[in-house]
């Protein structure tokens, strides 16, 4: 039986916890060199959020908890596929997250409401009384009908932006810098972490068309539509 008592804002608030114990990768070094003469931006913006390639935002995601203080443990590439990370709270040696945190990133569409029930599904799995759901636009009516009562917050993007920007200035210029380190608008390989690469179709019914293949090919044969993610 969980006990459902953590609530977002008590996460959000208990930032001085000085849990560290469990490392946080750092963020993707940035593929192939970017487009000489790119401008990066000098502050935090919706559009900057929009413009994260999926696993770079999913890497903001644990990055801002981290700063908040919590101790952060990325599932990894493949692993629930519901969750990107778990967040734990103060007090030492407690072995079960607090917090299980879904993070997605999109353009333009609204997040539906099948990945908001993968991740209550793992926190019921996991014993997990709290999940967070982070995008970079917004949900569906029927995801956000599903989340209540259900201990899951959704955050949209401009709610996610707000919570960035009521960091400290310098917590808030350390997190854009890491999250614009490099080429942060190609997408990975979900199945490999490598930044995909632009390839063009020479059969099939999309002949010509363009879309995102996997520098590891044919190790790796994921593809990607291109505008996709
Ligand atoms: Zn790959």
Redo the contacts with the bound molecule.
């Keep these: 039986m969980v006990t459902w008592r953590c609530r977002f804002s008590d996460l959000v608030r208990s930032g001085l916890s000085p849990i560290r114990g469990i490392r946080l990768p750092c963020l993707s070094e940035g593929g192939d060199a970017g487009i000489s003469g790119v401008e990066l931006p000098g502050e935090w913006s919706l559009q900057l959020l929009q413009a994260l390639e999926w696993k770079r935002f999913e890497e903001l995601g644990a990055a801002y908890f981290e700063m908040k203080g919590h101790a952060v443990q990325m599932t990894g590439l493949g692993a629930d596929g519901g969750v990107d990370c778990y967040l734990y709270g103060r007090g030492g040696g407690v072995s079960k997250p607090l917090g299980a945190v879904q993070c997605k990133a999109r353009r333009s569409s609204r997040i539906g409401v099948r990945p908001v029930r993968e991740l209550l599904g793992i926190m019921t799995d996991v014993g997990c009384p709290l999940g967070i759901f982070i995008t970079t636009t917004t949900y569906t009516a029927e995801a956000e009908q599903f989340a209540v009562g259900k201990h899951i917050q959704l955050l949209v993007g401009n709610r996610f932006l707000s919570l960035i920007q009521s960091l400290p200035a310098d917590e808030q210029g350390e997190l854009l810098a890491r999250a614009t380190a490099g080429d942060h608008w190609t997408p990975s ?1 979900p ?2 972490g ?1 930044k995909l690469i632009l390839r063009t179709a020479r059969r099939g019914k999309r002949v010509g068309s363009q879309f995102w293949g ?3 090919y044919p190790g ?1 044969r ?1 593809t990607m539509q291109v505008g996709a993610a």
């Design positions: 390989s199945r490999c490598t996997c520098k590891n790796c994921y």
